[in-house]
Structure formats: structure tokens, C-alpha cells
T-cell receptor, first 113, second 111 residues
Framework: EAGVAQSPRYKIIEKRQSVAFWCNPISGHATLYWYQQILGQGPKLLIQFQNNGVVDDSQLPKDRFSAERLKGVDSTLKIQPAKLEDSAVYLC???????????FGPGTRLTVL | GQQVMQIPQYQHVQEGEDFTTYCNSSTTLSNIQWYKQRPGGHPVFLIQLVKSGEVKKQKRLTFQFGEAKKNSSLHITATQTTDVGTYFCAGGTSGTYKYIFGTGTRLKVLA
């Protein structure tokens, strides 16, 4: 079984630029999460999808962050414009609902200069 | 909002010593999960606890869920260098698949 795929793995941008991350969850997993993990901290939930609908986006800074999962499979997370404090690893995870187990992708490490 | 704290933040142990991390939620949880994140890696699921007072074991790891379902612990017996990493708990909310991750405990094992 293939794991959760994310790209790119690394991204360096200047502040005020835009950036997009892509996630392909494990096939058949209806629930998909985007987390932000700042160095030395635990993953912080940004947004949770169930199929192509948003379940929770209460922690998403909506003035600059957006996410979509149009066909209920792949998802993209965008930041526009980026700030220095957005430097973090962005983790995508999908949920195996029978065992309630989250499978994480390798993450995208974003550096904002 | 809901907060999940873990103590200690860091722990250095000699190989063969025991290790325990504690997880405390500000609200009652429906379930709790534990994850391990190796340096430079991503979180990997270890286990889920659902019942009040539940205890589960995985080889040298023992997981416990508190009676009030607001706290949990992970105990590792006789640590090995392969146990190095950060251990996170994640509290689940009833009726959703939403999880709030704890602050994590970073374990270093000295050979």
C-alpha cells in the first residue's frame, strides 16, 4: 500500500511571495488533514476534510491560507502572501477510519526569508 | 480552546533506564492516540486508547488512559537507542475525527 505523498519536500521563498503544497492521501481514505509543525512543537491542525468538504478550519489563518480538495482525493494548501512566521513543516495526513489511525506524509519544509 | 500538554519537554536517559511521558488535556477526551516522530521524520502512529482506565502494552511500551479520560501516559521499560525521538499524544473529540496534538516529549538515549 502506497503511503501519503507530498510535494515539494522543500521550499524556500521570500516573504510576501506565494507558495502551494500538494498532498495525495492513501487511496480510499476519506478524511484528510493539513498540519503545521513549527520546529520543536507539536503538529497544529490547520484544516480537516471529509471527502471534498471542510470539517474544521478553525485554526486556518484564512486571510492568507487556503486549501481545497476538489474531487475528494488530492489536496492543495496555499499561502499567499507568506510571512516569516510561516516557516515550518507542513504535514498532510489521511485517516484509516476503521482503526482511527492517521498516516502522515513526509512533509514539506517551508523556509520564508 | 482545548489544550494538550505533555511533560517533561525533554528527557535524557542512559540506555537501559526507564522513561515516562505524561499527557494532560484541558477537556475530557473521547480517545487518545500516541505517535512517535524520529528526528527529521514524520509522526508515526503507535496506539489508540478509548476506554477509561485502559492499559495497553506493546513490547517494552505501556500506555495508560486516565479514569477521567483527561490524561494519559506512555512508559518505556529499559530504553534502547532505537527509542530516540519525540513522543506526541493526540486527544480526540467525541463525534469527530479531529485530534489536538500535545506539546511532545523529546527522548534522548545515551549509549
Amino acid at each position: 500500500e502506497a503511503g501519503v505523498a507530498q510535494s515539494p519536500r522543500y521550499k524556500i521563498i521570500e516573504k510576501r511571495q506565494s507558495v502551494a503544497f500538494w498532498c495525495n492521501p492513501i487511496s480510499g481514505h476519506a478524511t484528510l488533514y493539513w498540519y503545521q509543525q513549527i520546529l520543536g512543537q507539536g503538529p497544529k491542525l490547520l484544516i480537516q476534510f471529509q471527502n471534498n468538504g471542510v470539517v474544521d478550519d478553525s485554526q486556518l489563518p484564512k486571510d492568507r491560507f487556503s486549501a481545497e480538495r476538489l474531487k475528494g482525493v488530492d489536496s492543495t494548501l496555499k499561502i499567499q502572501p507568506a510571512k516569516l512566521e510561516d516557516s515550518a513543516v507542513y504535514l498532510c495526513a489521511s485517516l484509516e477510519s476503521r482503526a482511527n489511525e492517521q498516516f502522515f506524509g513526509p512533509g514539506t519544509r517551508l523556509t520564508v526569508l | 480552546g482545548q489544550q494538550v500538554m505533555q511533560i517533561p519537554q525533554y528527557q535524557h536517559v542512559q540506555e537501559g533506564e526507564d522513561f515516562t511521558t505524561y499527557c494532560n488535556s484541558s477537556t475530557t477526551l473521547s480517545n487518545i492516540q500516541w505517535y512517535k516522530q524520529r528526528p527529521g521524520g514524520h509522526p508515526v502512529f503507535l496506539i489508540q486508547l478509548v476506554k477509561s482506565g485502559e492499559v495497553k502494552k506493546q513490547k517494552r511500551l505501556t500506555f495508560q488512559f486516565g479514569e477521567a479520560k483527561k490524561n494519559s501516559s506512555l512508559h518505556i521499560t529499559a530504553t534502547q537507542t532505537t527509542d530516540v525521538g519525540t513522543y506526541f499524544c493526540a486527544g480526540g473529540t467525541s463525534g469527530t475525527y479531529k485530534y489536538i496534538f500535545g506539546t511532545g516529549t523529546r527522548l534522548k538515549v545515551l549509549a
